[in-house]
C-alpha cells in the first residue's frame, strides 16, 4: 500500500512540475511576441520589452515630468517644421496631445511653449529608448543628436527657438525630446524622423492621418 501511495505522490508531482513549465514557456513566448511588435515599431530593431512601470512616450503625446509649487514649467508644446504641412498645419496652440509629431532628416524643427517661464529652457532629442525613467534616473545628455536653446521671444507669434536634424547625425526612426529646466528634467514626448523628402508632398490631411496611425 505505501509503494502504491508513493507511485501516486511521485506522478502528482511530475504533472506539477509539467504545468509549471509550460507556464514558463507561454509568459517567454509572451515576451518574445511583444520585443517582436516593437521591433517592427523600431524599423527592424529589436528592444527590451518596457516594464508595467516603465515610462512610455507616445508620438504626439507631451509628459509632463516635473510640477514645481507653481505647476508645470511647460504647460503645452507646438511644435513646426519646414519642410511639410502647410502654415495652418504649423501653427496649432500649444498643447499636450495631438502635437505634430512626424518630422524629415534636413527639417528645422521650431518650438512654441505655453509657460510662465522666460528663459533657461533647453530641449534634447534622443534615439528612443524604451523605458523613459532612464533619462530622469540617469539625468545626463550624453548622446543627443540635436539640441537648442529655448527663450521666449518679444513677439508672442514667433517661435522659442529651434534645432536641425542634420542627415549626417540622423537616421529614419523614432526620436524622444527631451526638455529641460533648472528643475531638471519637466518635459517628454517622441515623434517619429522620415526620410528626407518623404513627407513633403503629403497634405495636411494625409499628415493628420499618419499622425494618428501610431
Known amino acids: 500500500m505505501k509503494k502504491i501511495c508513493a507511485l501516486i505522490l511521485s506522478a502528482a508531482m511530475l504533472l506539477s512540475f509539467a504545468a509549471c513549465g509550460k507556464k514558463d514557456q507561454t509568459s517567454v513566448t509572451s515576451q518574445d511576441t511583444k520585443a517582436a511588435q516593437q521591433a517592427d515599431n523600431n524599423g527592424g530593431e529589436t528592444t527590451k520589452a518596457p516594464s508595467a512601470d516603465a515610462l512610455v512616450l507616445l508620438p504626439g503625446k507631451l509628459v509632463i515630468v516635473n510640477e514645481g509649487d507653481n505647476g508645470p514649467v511647460i504647460k503645452g508644446i507646438n511644435v513646426a517644421g519646414n519642410r511639410a504641412g502647410s502654415s495652418e498645419f504649423n501653427s496649432k496652440a500649444p498643447g ?119
Open 96 to 214: 499636450t496631445d495631438g502635437v505634430r509629431c512626424i518630422f524629415e532628416l534636413n527639417e528645422y524643427l521650431e518650438f512654441y511653449l505655453d509657460s510662465n517661464e522666460t528663459s533657461g529652457i533647453k530641449v534634447f532629442a534622443f534615439k528612443h529608448i524604451e523605458d523613459a525613467n532612464e533619462y530622469i534616473e540617469n539625468n545626463r545628455f550624453n548622446g543627443a543628436v540635436a539640441h537648442g536653446d529655448l527663450e521666449k521671444p518679444e513677439n508672442t507669434a514667433d517661435c522659442w527657438g529651434s534645432f536641425y536634424f542634420n542627415p549626417e547625425d540622423c537616421e529614419p526612426g523614432y526620436y524622444d525630446l527631451v526638455f529641460v529646466a533648472d528643475s531638471g528634467i519637466v518635459a517628454m514626448m517622441q515623434i517619429k524622423l522620415f526620410s528626407e523628402d518623404e513627407l513633403s508632398a503629403k497634405s495636411d490631411d494625409e499628415l493628420s492621418a499618419l499622425m494618428k496611425s501610431f
